[in-house]
T-cell receptor
Framework: DTEVTQTPKHLVMGMTNKKSLKCEQHMGHRAMYWYKQKAKKPPELMFVYSYEKLSINESVPSRFSPECPNSSLLNLHLHALQPEDSALYLC?????????FGQGTRLTVV | SQQGEEDPQALSIQEGENATMNCSYKTSINNLQWYRQNSGRGLVHLILIRSNEREKHSGRLRVTLDTSKKSSSLLITASRAADTASYFCAVVNDYKLSFGAGTTVTVRA
């Protein structure tokens, strides 16, 4: 199984809502990533988890809160987002070389 | 910050022609990777070249790496309509995978 599964595929949320994005992989990868991608731009790294511990936070605002409950799961909790946070959110996992990406969650903040 | 920068930003070619895109980066790397993205969905890994390698082939793909110039190129030979996508280089330093600006390739039938 070389899949990274992200749910939901699409999400529309209001600025006062709390929602979560989920990511799952069963490849035993030790590193998991969250990226944000705006239209016609490259993915921007947000967070890196290594062995279930947060190892990199690219100065992401606190309204984004990552969580790694176990080695297969990665969540991104969203609270009080702004319309400019609307983007494609991509999860990826890696064992140190190539990264495997999920299909992303298309988030719209209204 | 983005460490890989690419050119051209966009490329339009006829089916059967070759497509070449370039990537430059700023810092030392463990390896450099190329990814493809269709229609703003997930990225697919194409090829990885390690810092001690100079050239690598995979099917219709050829990647070169020049660490002295901090640059890499991706060549797609005999392009097909299905190659229409955005292509990104990505540099790896420890666990940090950072993407370049990308090249959008359109292959005309």
């Amino acid at each position: 199984d070389t899949e990274v599964t992200q749910t939901p595929k699409h999400l529309v949320m209001g600025m006062t809502n709390k929602k979560s994005l989920k990511c799952e992989q069963h490849m035993g990868h030790r590193a998991m990533y969250w990226y944000k991608q705006k239209a016609k731009k490259p993915p921007e790294l947000m967070f890196v988890y290594s062995y279930e511990k947060l190892s990199i936070n690219e100065s992401v605002p606190s309204r984004f809160s990552p969580e790694c409950p176990n080695s297969s799961l990665l969540n991104l909790h969203l609270h009080a987002l702004q319309p400019e946070d609307s983007a494609l959110y991509l999860c990826a996992s890696s064992q140190g070389s190539e990264a495997f990406f999920g299909q992303g969650t298309r988030l719209t903040v209204v | 910050s983005q460490q890989g920068e690419e050119d051209p930003q966009a490329l339009s070619i006829q089916e059967g022609e070759n497509a070449t895109m370039n990537c430059s980066y700023k810092t030392s790397i463990n390896n450099l990777q190329w990814y493809r993205q269709n229609s703003g969905r997930g990225l697919v890994h194409l090829i990885l070249i390690r810092s001690n390698e100079r050239e690598k082939h995979s099917g219709r793909l050829r990647v070169t790496l020049d660490t002295s110039k901090k640059s890499s190129s991706l060549l797609i030979t005999a392009s097909r309509a299905a190659d229409t996508a955005s292509y990104f280089c990505a540099v790896v330093n420890d666990y940090k995978l950072s993407f370049g600006a990308g090249t959008t390739v359109t292959v005309r039938a």
